[in-house]
């Protein structure tokens, strides 16, 4: 997202990205969520999604099918937000990014930090057709660097919702948004998948994995837009670039955001259920409070909600959890992520160190 108070800093970290895509939960945040989700393989089959076919092996004619097919569904946005600054009080600041739409009721997919992550006061959508109307986000998760808004407006042309767990590098992929601004509204970029599975480190205690690599261009401004493939399917949100490097853009795998569109699409609404802890990295712990907990990395627990399914697996204040469905947890991040994965009545075996010793047990949401 461009926007006059950040594009300083974003350019300082990597370029395009995320006003604050992974944030560090600490001891004083609240209890963490997971969500309930419908099923992660659900395609999207609005009857409002276009139906151009997408044939033939001329790369000219695959891209021009594709922007065809998937143009219609994408928007521009531009916020307006309050920031306050230390010299000159409150003051307005306004920003630009991308969505992609996920069903003819008005609901509309973007980047949690095209949003402010939440805190913009005014989120404006406009459209293929040029018209303009006021938006409300719904819903927005930082770890994801995802969100949900929804406009008042039906009969939306929808995109295609595709399977990046199909993707594979050398892929064709591309890119629709708004790079540098709405001068450039719905400009278009193409490449290859470059890479899967790619991680950025943002900060001493902060990465953002799962990523999928494209050396289709990405700019400021077209965070949020749409990675699409040779069928015109979206297939990853437009999320970063690197800042130093030319054809390094990445973008967050369609899949993760399929469980949160679905329930949207179903209920009118997103549900959020808790895990029920309280935790911090382990290395961000020892530094804030020298402490010495004999594990070099994982998730030191804070506290646990008491009546939570943390607590009836048997979690304690102290722990330190490691794994997390055979997955190394080194960071708050990835757990949030794992847990969007859930839904209730799942269960997820966890391994934590305690008194020096390895204990697991099994949780069940």
Request: hydrophobic residues 40%; aromatic residues 6%.
């Amino acid at each position: 997202m461009m926007s006059s108070k950040g594009s300083g800093f974003i350019q300082a970290l990597i370029g395009a990205i995320l006003g604050s895509v992974i944030t560090m939960l600490v001891i004083s945040q609240n209890i963490l969520p997971f969500m309930q989700n419908i099923n992660p393989n659900t395609q999207n089959n609005n009857p409002q999604t276009a139906s151009i076919n997408v044939e033939g092996d001329n790369p000219e004619t695959i891209y021009k099918a594709v922007v065809q097919k998937a143009m219609p569904s994408v928007v521009g946005i531009t916020t307006v937000s309050t920031q306050n600054d230390f010299f000159f009080g409150a003051r307005q600041t306004s920003g630009v990014g991308t969505g992609v739409i996920v069903d003819e009721r008005g609901y509309i997919l973007t980047n949690s930090h095209v949003v402010d992550d939440g805190t913009a006061t005014s989120v404006t959508v406009l459209f293929y057709d040029g018209s303009k109307q006021e938006a409300k986000v719904l819903w927005n998760e930082k770890a994801l660097d995802l969100a949900v808004i929804k406009v008042e407006k039906t009969g939306l042309p929808v995109a295609e919702l595709g399977d990046s767990d199909t993707v594979e590098v050398g892929d064709i992929s591309v890119a629709i948004g708004n790079p540098l601004g709405l001068e450039f509204e719905r400009s278009v970029t193409q490449g290859i998948i470059s890479g899967l599975n790619r991680s950025i480190q943002i900060s001493e205690t902060e990465s953002i994995d799962n990523l999928i690599q494209t050396d289709a261009s990405i700019n400021p401004g077209n965070s949020g837009g749409p990675l699409l493939n040779s069928k015109g399917q979206v297939i990853a949100i437009n999320s970063a670039k690197i800042s130093s490097a030319e054809g390094l853009g990445f973008a967050i795998p369609i899949n993760i955001a399929k469980p949160i569109v679905d329930q949207f699409i179903e209920k009118g609404e997103f549900q959020r259920v808790y895990l029920g802890i309280r935790g911090v990295d382990v290395d961000y712990y020892k530094q804030a409070t020298g402490a010495n907990l004999n594990i070099e990395t994982g998730i030191y627990i804070a506290s646990v909600e008491p009546g939570s399914a943390a607590e009836k697996a048997g979690l304690k204040e102290g722990d330190v959890l490691v794994k997390f469905d055979g997955k190394d947890m080194d960071q708050m991040s990835k757990l949030v992520r794992e847990l969007y994965t859930k839904r209730p009545g799942d269960s997820a075996s966890v391994e934590v160190f305690r008194d020096g010793k390895t204990i697991n047990l099994d949780i069940t949401f």
